[in-house]
């Protein structure tokens, strides 16, 4: 069974974005907009979705949580990072292999871990 109203979800790509092989992005809801310059490493992911809520009973008919994505100018992600729903990234930041982004990362920052943190400033 298919749930809610996708009929709003949307994915905006700006000018000069490159996606490596692998790249996943699914909007359910308020959607997921990545400005220009954005590098993606392989195997990136980005949700706007929870996809599902948690109680069993809920799962197939609930609304999940939703919140919008932003990946601001020069953002560069590498492999296998996963962006999760509400999160902005900030211009010129870096975001390291592996990295489980759950939290807002401010502008020209590096990022990494899971869950991901700032590790430094640029």
Known sequence: ???????????EIAD???FNNS???ISEGPGIRIDSGVL?????EVFDSDFHALSPELRCEATPATAPVHI???VFVGSGVRILKGVTIGSGSVIGSGAVVTRSVAERSVAAGNPARI????
């Open 1 to 11: 069974m298919w749930r809610r109203g996708l009929s709003t979800a949307r994915i």
């Open 16 to 18: 000069r974005v490159t």
């Open 23 to 25: 790249v996943t992005l």
């Open 40 to 44: 993606f490493g392989t195997d990136v």
């Open 72 to 74: 601001e100018e020069n």
């Open 119 to 122: 590790i430094r400033t640029l």
